[in-house]
């Protein structure tokens, strides 16, 4: 069973929008917190956006202004609206989560979705 599963990627050209979803299993807590982290082939994965159930966000410089995060609680779903995409958001963009401050990573982590931004 899936912990994780993500939702919303695809093909768009340069300019356009797309939102991700994520819904995370009633069997695992992302109490903590949900985030967006994002992949290209022979890179580092790196972080895009941080959600905390607090109510606290964080962006990486890259999407700042251009990216919003939201969480849906009763849902168990957060959301990466994606506007103004540039070629170079283009990756494999994972969900994740914490389910306790006390990790200084994501502990649960999903498949990816493929989110693809021609010119």
């Not at 069973?1 to 340069?14: I, K, T």
């Not at 959600?51 to 606290?56: E, F, I, K, L, V």
């Not at 006390?102 to 693809?116: A, C, E, I, K, R």
Request: net charge neutral.
């Amino acid at each position: 069973q899936e912990e994780l599963v993500e939702s919303g990627g695809g093909s768009v050209q340069a300019g356009g929008s797309l939102r991700l979803s994520c819904t995370h299993s009633r069997h695992i807590s992302c109490e903590y917190d949900m985030s967006w982290y994002r992949q290209v082939p022979r890179k580092e994965r790196e972080f895009v956006s941080a959600a905390r159930a607090r109510g606290t966000t964080t962006y990486a410089d890259s999407v700042k202004g251009r990216f919003t995060i939201s969480l849906d609680n009763a849902k168990n779903t957060v959301y990466l609206q994606m506007n103004s995409l540039k070629p170079e958001d283009t990756a494999m963009y994972y969900c994740a989560c914490r389910d306790s401050g006390l990790f200084s990573s994501p502990n649960y982590w999903g498949q990816g979705t493929q989110v693809t931004v021609s010119s």
